[in-house]
């Protein structure tokens, strides 16, 4: 089929006129495209170059094991005496539920666009975007709280290490804030994510954990009546086993900042080395080993949970857990310090600062990865928020305001970094609940329904108990679906047509009509009788003074997905009744295909069409409505706007013509 094809004038983006702006809209013209990049996380490995399972496990690890910097802690302010218990639930609900969750979303989603990917695809129109909107504001929940917690976690560290807690005191805020900035910083100098930092990091802390615990579980088993007190203090506040299992789960919702972590190993599966025979279509190789990686993080990750919980609620008074105690938020670096020397417990501290800040870059990459992926493509963005340096400012700065919002405080942010969490995992328990059921797979559909309502309900009651971490999540949805709205609106009349493509017939029509004037009649498909072709016509010629020997092409254009921002446009040719010729485009913009059609025929025959209209009844601010929600309202004045905005000189812009 020959075909001939246009990239639109208006996608090319203007020379920066100053070396600042060059700098900071660097890379702008890869961002946000099929196959472009927009951060450390998203840019894949060529093909069957990437990385062994278990490095790339380290990728992700950071911000999944960085947790134990604050897990045990949190843990035993929110379950006291029964955070051991309450921790085995966790776990149950880990192993059992959200493992096997992206297990199947890594089947499904396996070049990295995750269960929000997924549900997307579920998700049509208007409802879809909006949902997909949703979505990626507890994503941002997620993310950004994931920076000002690590940062502020790793503050901590600092702060209540012995040698510098007096020149430190009361500074948590400011250096939570200059952690914050640096990471700021660094992204905006270049930052590449390379795996080998994060495996040096995260074996230098998963080893010096295991010090801990094991010294831990030492003293444990060495001071008998340790063990004795705490069942005691159970029996006395519980009465029974029952009772401890269900007070455990009630309070579990408080505990699921440790299920974090799963939706960044989905996020790095392009860096997986796969099988020498895998596919771009199925890369089976590198499924089966990202399954690999996402079990043996969890394993690791379950196994610290349990021990850390068990030695810290042990060995630790509850009242240092309080507020201001000196294991509040670092629960494990105060038994390092205590039991191993002050000399290990620096050590302990740096190798904790340095993978918590290493968590805040991944939580960075990831949503420098994620915004572009979605909003650049609904239109939901300026074209600046497609190159990473003016989002790093963006980002950087609501940083700010969160940890100044939350006093630098971690277990004032764990409410909100647990709705986030919660929420991607459950919308990924559903996704995969209706993925099994497309799929006929009954026991799977219902071992994921029962999931997806584990998970829910953990949101729910994690929403009730903490709903700053709803609030906060509500804002960022408020802001993101403001600020897509109004950049869509502002960017409504860009000629968005990524390409134009003709068959034969089609390329046949332009190239004919180019020998004598070009003349398109724009036509609302009705009937398609030969009546309708025929009385339009002679409307045209009437309302336009339009000789009688003067032919035409109607082009009719049929309105698929309104709600879509950027697309290709594919014109197809056909004779009607033996002598009307029209050109048939689909498209979400009816005006919009018009303009990148027009500017098509002109580029290719190096003539200037004219368009005819006829104006479309009812007032212009309701058709504008029309226009933005649903690709139609009124046609004329848009067309002629977008090629105005495309073209800016008026002796190369195709003519528009209204009677």
């Not at 009349?493 to 034969?504: A, H, K, Y």
């Not at 050109?583 to 059609?597: C, D, F, K, Q, V």
């Amino acid at each position: 089929m020959a075909t001939t094809e246009h990239a639109s004038p208006s996608r090319t983006e203007p020379p920066p006129r100053s070396r600042l702006r060059a700098w900071m809209l660097e890379g702008l013209s890869d961002m946000g495209k099929s196959g472009g990049h927009t951060g450390p996380h998203s840019e894949p490995e060529p093909p069957h170059q990437g990385q062994p399972w278990w490095r790339v496990m380290c990728l992700t690890g950071v911000d999944y094991f960085s947790t134990l910097g604050y897990q045990p802690g949190i843990a035993a302010l929110a379950a006291g005496l029964l955070s051991p218990i309450a921790t085995i639930v966790l776990v149950i609900v880990t192993l059992a539920g959200a493992l096997p969750v992206y297990r199947r979303v890594a089947e499904e989603s396996p070049h990295g666009e995750g269960s929000i990917a997924m549900l997307e695809r579920l998700l049509s129109f208007w409802q879809g975007k909006l949902f997909v909107l949703t979505l990626l504001g507890f994503a941002a929940t997620d993310f950004l709280i994931t920076i000002t917690l690590s940062a502020a976690d790793a503050s901590t560290h600092l702060v209540e290490n012995p040698h510098l807690t007096g020149v430190l005191h009361d500074k948590q805020m400011l250096i939570t804030l200059v952690l914050v900035a640096l990471l700021g910083a660094v992204f905006l100098k270049g930052f590449l994510e390379a795996i080998g930092v994060a495996v040096a990091l995260v074996g230098a802390y998963l080893a010096l954990n295991a010090v801990v615990v094991a010294v831990g579980l030492y003293h444990v088993v060495t001071a008998g009546h340790v063990v004795t007190d705490w069942s005691s203090a159970l029996t006395t506040q519980h009465g029974n086993v029952f009772l401890m299992i269900g007070v455990a789960l009630l309070v579990f919702p408080k505990l699921a900042l440790g299920l974090s972590g799963f939706e960044t190993g989905v996020a790095v599966m392009p860096h997986v080395k796969g099988d020498p025979d895998d596919t771009e279509q199925r890369p089976a190789g590198r499924i089966r080993d990202t399954k690999k990686l996402l079990t043996t993080a969890a394993l690791i990750m379950s196994g610290f949970l349990i021990t850390t919980s068990f030695i810290t609620t042990l060995l630790i008074p509850e009242k240092e857990f309080e507020p201001g105690g000196p294991a509040n938020g670092r629960a494990l670096a105060y038994l390092a310090h205590d039991y191993l020397g002050n000399a290990f417990g620096t050590v302990y501290d740096v190798s904790t600062i340095a993978i918590l800040w290493f968590a805040g870059a991944s939580a960075m990459a990831g949503l420098l990865n994620l915004m572009p992926r979605y909003l650049p493509r609904y239109g939901m963005a300026p074209h600046w928020a497609r190159a990473v340096r003016p989002m790093v400012i963006v980002f950087t700065l609501i940083a700010f305001l969160v940890t100044w919002i939350f006093d630098a405080d971690v277990n004032a942010q764990g409410g909100a970094y647990a709705t986030g969490v919660l929420v991607l995992i459950s919308s990924a328990a559903i996704a995969v609940t209706i993925a099994a059921r497309k799929a006929r797979q009954r026991n799977w559909t219902i071992a994921f329904a029962v999931i997806s309502a584990v998970f829910l309900y953990t949101t729910v009651a994690n929403v009730i108990e903490r709903p700053d971490g709803v609030k906060i999540g509500a804002c960022f949805i408020a802001g993101i679906i403001l600020v897509s709205l109004l950049s869509r609106l502002a960017r409504a009349f860009e000629l968005r047509v990524t390409s134009v493509t003709l068959d034969p017939m089609a390329e046949r029509f332009v190239r004919d009509m180019a020998s004598r004037r070009m003349r398109f009649i724009a036509n609302e498909p009705d009937r398609r009788d030969i009546a309708e072709y025929r009385d339009k016509i002679e409307q045209i010629r009437h309302d336009n003074d339009v000789p009688g020997q003067e032919d035409f092409v109607f082009v009719e254009v049929t309105v698929t997905d309104p709600s879509e921002f950027e697309s290709g446009l594919t014109v197809r040719g056909e004779v009607l009744h033996d002598r009307y010729r029209a050109l048939t485009l689909e498209s979400s913009s009816i005006p919009n295909a018009l303009a990148a059609l027009l500017l098509h025929a002109r580029d290719t025959t190096g003539c200037t069409p004219h368009i005819y209209f006829e104006w479309t009844e009812g007032g212009p601010f309701a058709n504008l409505l029309r226009f933005f929600l649903f690709g139609q309202g009124e046609v004329a004045p848009v067309t002629r706007e977008v090629l105005r905005e495309a073209e800016p000189d008026r002796r190369r812009r195709p003519r528009v013509h209204v009677g």
